[in-house]
Nanobody
């Protein structure tokens, strides 16, 4: 599967932004999908994940209550809606997918497929 992330950009503190990840090559409903992010000089970290059918989601503590992950399997697309953005949310956001995971996992090593990343900058 090929993943294409889009929708990043500049946003002010407290603002909102929605990013998306389009999958091609294989039906995305066969994959557990997730968003990770990586800030300059930092390790890649888990943000949110969603099960194949979309019925189960998980969030990093930093994302709970502010971010929402969803998917539209008919469009082979996963979304991340972000609200109440903070400067520390500035990072390159990557979507990831894996066909063999039974559950959502927060380790980047568990995911076989990655998009190219979309940059989110939160300015004060």
């Amino acid at each position: 599967v090929q993943l294409q992330a889009s929708g990043g950009g500049f946003v002010q503190v407290g603002g909102s932004l929605s990013i998306s990840c389009a999958a091609s090559g294989r039906t995305s409903s066969t994959y557990v999908m997730a968003w990770f992010r990586q800030a300059p000089g930092e390790e890649r970290e888990f943000v949110a994940g969603i099960s194949r059918g979309g019925g189960s989601t998980e969030y990093a503590d930093s994302a709970k209550g502010r971010f929402s992950i969803s998917r539209d399997n008919a469009k082979n697309t996963v979304y991340l809606q972000m609200h109440g953005l903070r400067p520390e949310d500035t990072a390159v956001y990557y979507c990831a997918a894996d066909r063999f995971l039974r559950n959502i996992r927060s380790s980047s090593y568990e995911y076989a497929y990655w998009g190219q990343g979309t940059e989110v900058t939160v300015s004060s």
